[in-house]
């Protein structure tokens, strides 16, 4: 298996979409090794612009997938979800070291803190080890972006929605955190927008998590 | 006679590129070249370029035209990170003979003997081999590097160096110990280990802590520093390798700003609070190490509150040295993309008050080192027989000797800081005492 270090022009396979704004794109993966947790340079062939996306399928999946949100005016979202199967893609990577650590081990307790696509990385990581003890909260705004919350073990997704009372728990996902519910667990993973993450951590610390226990993703 | 062509190098940016050409002075000096300074006229000019800011791309572009126009007959390379970056642009410049990126640096030599024996080629069928550089023999400088890594994966929003220095990738540990060997027998005395992002060194599970403490168990009297480093997390092994005689007690700590929100907005590796704790840390063991780091004002998003945290950070750190850059847009980085843009004048006023304290932290900490002893390592002695050389805390110290030669260790007791520009440590060797009217 390799690590790709070059641009290489991988195959699209399926366009599928999750809601309004959102899709999974799925393309061709070759012989490309990666950990979940990593991500891609993704753009279309020939434009020159690339943009960073966490593989959100597992390691041991045929296809690659990552999981989109269309920017209003973005010059890559916006042009990928419009990709045909077949049509070619330009991937670099994988980069990154975002949940390389994170080996489910025995007894060891894993709390995953998302907001909105920053539950890609997740999902990797949940795919690539079916067995892995974990506690997923998930921010989100409406309950239309829990999305495929049907893959993570029963009683491991816990949807936090801002707007709305269909979540599990109906509020942004740091006054969930605030409530100090959560069973303390060994480490905590965070990925999502700079601000939530930077919240949580204040949070988290006050509540006696060390740093080392805390390891960060900023998605954008 | 036979005559020898001349070549003259140009380097802009960071210690990398200083060690890179270097390295191909010796490649170039045994190829029977005769190397020259660059204000003179050359057959050949290589321009090792940078392109971390809008800044070094002006200097390189100006270096560039400047070269060129001094030497409208001979050849002009130009290399490094803006070779990269801008290829295509700057091989439609006819001032310009060849284009060779990074990857391809270390054979500009064959290709310029190529040129001259009629066997011109494209730099693209250049073989590749970042660490495939000449050991330096003839430096301009008394420390030379050895490289060990080259290429980043971090992708930080700001910085477009993974693009153009591509992915990281470790240098062999054999290959490593015996550049060391080199150039220690090359009568060097100061190994600086040098690369784009070395603390991710890992080569087939060998750490870039227990390669450094594979450099430090080789036999000489040499020491080894370590040059810039982020602070994504240090093993205990790393500290321990500070208790080694032969590592310096000085680390460049690239912090680039105190506030923990505008750090996840750079997606750095660390917090703010875990670079304190790295700090304390090595303080604690040895009180009087020396820290210096990177930071940038004016990031995208960097609110007045921000800078505050940024600039209470690099005071209570005590940085004795702060290189402080002016945020500058790259395309093709995701800050570039960022909103809240802040203004060239509140960069220029926040540069100007982490200048200033960077200069009092200087001065505090080099009085704080007055009367104790440092292993100064001799670079030049002027004519009144005053040696200027760093000692191991790499504070720069001045004092008498009697000796003229340099290259050697001094042992001395530092007993004064002169203030001014560039600060220096007046001392004199241990045992002797200062030379009167000095």
């Given amino acids: 298996m390799k690590i790709a270090t070059e641009v290489e022009n991988f195959l699209l396979e399926e366009v599928r979409d999750i809601n309004k704004s959102t899709y999974v794109l799925k393309f061709s993966r070759g012989d490309l090794g990666f950990k979940p947790g990593q991500h891609l340079n993704i753009g279309l062939t020939g434009s020159g612009q690339h943009r960073e996306y966490s593989i959100y399928s597992g390691i041991n999946n045929d296809s690659l997938e990552v999981l989109i949100k269309e920017v209003d005016d973005g010059m890559v979202s916006t042009q990928l979800r419009k990709l045909k199967k077949g049509e070619e893609l330009s991937v670099k990577g994988p980069y990154g ?62 949807a936090c929605t801002s707007r709305g009372n269909k979540g599990d728990y109906n509020g942004r996902i740091t006054d969930y955190l605030l409530s100090d519910v959560e069973e303390k667990a060994d480490k905590v993973y965070l990925c999502g927008n700079s601000s939530m993450i930077y919240d949580a951590m204040d949070i988290l610390r006050a509540q006696g998590y060390r740093h080392d226990q805390l390891f960060t993703e900023v998605y954008f | 006679m036979k005559i020898l062509k001349t070549v003259s190098f140009r380097t802009l940016g960071c210690r990398l590129n200083q060690f890179e050409t270097d390295a191909l002075v010796t490649s170039f000096h045994n190829a029977g070249y005769q190397v020259v300074d660059p204000n003179q006229k050359a057959d050949v000019t290589v321009i090792n370029t940078c392109t971390v800011t809008n800044q070094s791309d002006q200097k390189s572009r100006h270096t560039i035209n400047n070269a060129a126009s001094k030497n409208p007959d001979g050849l002009v390379v130009v290399t490094g990170c803006m070779a990269n970056n801008y290829k295509e642009k700057l091989e439609g410049q006819e001032q310009i003979t060849y284009v060779v990126d990074n990857d391809r640096k270390s054979q500009i030599v064959e290709l310029v003997d190529g040129h001259f024996s009629g066997e011109v080629q494209h730099p693209d069928n250049l073989s590749g081999n970042k ?42 540990v054999q290959d490593i110990l015996e550049n060391v060997r080199r150039v220690v027998d090359n009568g060097f005395k100061e190994v600086v280990i040098t690369g784009v992002n070395i603390g991710r060194y890992d080569y087939e599970g060998v750490s870039f802590e227990h390669v450094i403490e594979r450099v430090l168990e080789l036999p000489g009297d040499f020491r080894v520093r370590i040059s810039s480093l982020e602070p994504d997390g240090f093993s205990d092994d790393f500290y321990q390798l500070f208790s080694h005689p032969k590592l310096a007690p000085h680390l460049h700590l690239c912090l680039q700003s105190g506030s923990e929100e505008i750090l996840l907005k750079m997606r750095r590796m660390y917090s703010a609070r875990q670079f304190m704790d790295t700090v304390e840390r090595f303080r604690n063991a040895i009180p009087d190490f020396n820290f210096t780091t990177d930071v940038i004002v004016g990031f995208p998003g960097e609110s007045d509150a921000d800078f505050q945290q940024t600039v209470d950070f690099v005071k209570k750190a005590d940085f004795s040295h702060v290189h402080t850059f002016r945020f500058s847009r790259r395309t093709g980085t995701r800050a570039d993309r960022m909103n809240e843009q802040v203004s060239g004048k509140v960069m220029a006023e926040r540069s100007e008050v982490i200048r200033r304290i960077s200069e009092e932290n200087r001065l505090r900490y080099m009085h704080s080192m007055q009367q104790k002893e440092q292993r100064v390592l001799i670079e030049k002695v002027n004519e009144q027989g005053i040696a200027r050389g760093y000692g191991e805390h790499y504070l720069p110290v001045e004092f008498a000797v009697t000796d003229p030669s340099t290259n050697r260790f001094e042992k001395v007791l530092l007993q004064e800081t002169l203030p001014g520009e560039e600060p220096v440590m007046k001392g004199a060797i241990v045992g002797e005492p200062a030379l009167k009217g000095f």
Avoid: W
Avoid at chain 1, 134 to 155: F, S
Avoid at chain 2, 138 to 156: M, P, Y
């Fill in chain 2, 131 to 172: 660490f495939g550089f000449e050991t330096v023999q003839k430096s301009l400088h008394t420390r030379t590097s050895v490289k060990i890594q080259d290429g980043c994966d971090n992708f930080c929003t700001f910085c477009i160096i993974p693009s153009v220095r591509g992915r990281a990738v470790s240098r062999p």
């Fill in chain 1, 97 to 158: 070291f975002f949940l390389t650590d994170a080996k489910p081990k025995e007894g060891e307790k894993l709390l995953f803190i998302a907001s909105g696509t920053g539950i890609a990385p997740f999902h990797s990581f949940v795919m690539s080890n079916p067995g892995a003890s974990y506690r997923l909260i998930h921010g989100i705004r409406n309950i239309d972006e829990a999305y495929d919350r049907e893959h993570y073990t029963e009683g491991s997704y816990f």
